[in-house]
């Protein structure tokens, strides 16, 4: 169904169309959020308010972007105001040396190549690891990156080009092995 | 994964990445729930605050719905005690539990209109009951299957509890299907009530096994008329 219709319905009260829109991206803005939180609860709490907002706020869509976008445009946002609060929380922010140390160990002592691969995806700087995510992980083109996260296609392409060599350092002696 | 001037992971890299945080099912039904209760309540909670904090931001809004629908029973109740003078009441003893008094009768009032009125107030206070009895009783089973330990809920059953009293006690429960419904539902509200801390497994575990047994859920969204969602949506009451 077409965007500016389905917005039309739900601005005119029509449950049914709500749900629509909500069924219709619930999946992507799940995952997506799941893939920057890795908690459940968390994901599920940024979930609810990307969806509090969207529909709060659909008034301002422009139609600019194709409305997937702009719902996940604003979980991202939700997404990483909320573990950089948590972050601010727990203060237990990962200095990225530290980090970097920890991700290539001696390989013996962690063989776990899912486990350390992990652990220098956190350690990324928060854009590189958006961008990767979105990417590599959930399969969005760099023009829909940019469009969400309100960069040039070529800034998202940059950052996943680093967020890869980072990788790739950190796990050098996998690929070598 | 278009558009990639770069080159891409090693497969067994890229394979690694996807299981990073990989997201379980997407609980539907049950975030379709929390969403709508939020929306129904004030906004004010802030994006990253724990459930807790939010159920304790939404559960005012429902202790005023409670609120507001006492008061619009007690209404009801008063208009009843008027009409009561000039009809023969529903039920052999219709004295409700509310505290509030009967307003005094007034030479304007149309007697004719009464029951009419009447009936309508008690229809409309037992429909935004029942949907909000729904509401609850479908966030806190969605919130017990998924391990979540709602603190307010007893708070939030205490008061839905207190007005399935009044609307007992009222002409509305004349209708028997709707008081069968009203005394099945007093049970499930009392036992989530007086749930204490210490014994919450397993009682909370006989609770949501009675919803499923009694089919309340179902009976309670069969009983609300259409459209009255919506108008908890919209905050009219």
New interface residues.
């Given amino acids: 169904m077409d965007d500016r219709h389905l917005i039309s319905r739900v601005q005119a009260g029509d449950a049914s169309a709500e749900r629509e829109l909500y069924d219709t991206h619930v999946e992507r803005v799940y995952r997506l959020v799941y893939r920057l939180a890795g908690d459940a609860d968390q994901a599920q709490d940024y979930t609810q308010e990307t969806f509090i907002r969207a529909f709060g706020r659909l008034g301002e869509f422009r139609g600019e972007a194709a409305l997937g976008t702009w719902i996940c445009s604003i979980a991202v946002s939700v997404a990483l105001n909320g573990l950089r609060r948590g972050k601010r929380l727990r203060t237990r922010e990962v200095a990225l040396d530290e980090a970097a140390a920890a991700a290539t160990p001696d390989r013996a002592a962690e063989p776990d190549l899912r486990d350390r691969l992990a652990r220098a995806i956190d350690a990324l700087p928060e854009g590189y690891r958006v961008v990767f995510l979105m990417h590599d992980v959930e399969g969005y083109t760099h023009e829909e990156i940019g469009r969400t996260l309100g960069v040039q296609t070529g800034t998202s392409k940059a950052q996943l080009s680093r967020a890869r060599a980072k990788l790739r350092r950190a796990l050098a002696d996998f690929a070598r092995g | ?10 497969p ?3 394979d ?6 990989e ?2 099912e ?3 039904e ?3 729930t ?2 709508q209760l ?2 129904s309540a004030e ?1 004010g909670a802030a ?5 807790a904090a ?1 159920l304790a931001a939404r559960s005012p809004r429902l202790l005023v719905w409670g609120a507001g629908i006492a008061a619009l029973l007690a209404l009801g109740v008063g208009i009843g005690r008027l009409s009561v003078h000039v009809r023969p009441p529903l039920r052999a003893d219709p004295t409700p539990v509310a505290a509030a008094p009967a307003p005094p009768p007034q030479a304007s009032s149309p007697a004719a209109a009464a029951p009419g009125r009447d009936a309508a107030a008690y229809r409309l206070a037992a429909a935004e009951h029942l949907g909000q009895a729904e509401a609850f009783l479908t966030l806190f089973r969605a919130s017990v299957r ?1 391990g ?1 330990r709602e603190r307010l809920a007893p708070a939030t059953a205490r008061q839905l509890l207190a007005t399935n009293r009044l609307l007992l006690d009222s002409p509305a429960a004349a209708d028997p299907r709707l008081r069968f419904l009203l005394q099945d539902l007093e049970l499930v509200l009392a036992e989530i009530a007086q749930l204490a801390p210490e014994r919450r497994g397993e009682d909370l575990k006989l609770i949501t096994d009675g919803l499923e047994r009694d089919g309340m859920l179902v009976r309670l969204r069969a009983a609300v008329p259409a459209g009255t ?2 108008a908890f ?2 905050g009219v009451l």
């Fill in positions: 994964m278009t558009g990639d001037d770069d080159e891409p992971l090693d067994e890299l890229r690694a990445a996807r299981a990073y945080h997201p379980p997407v609980p539907r049950a975030l379709w929390r969403i939020r929306r906004p994006p990253g605050d724990p459930p939010r998924e979540h969602g919506a949506r919209k």
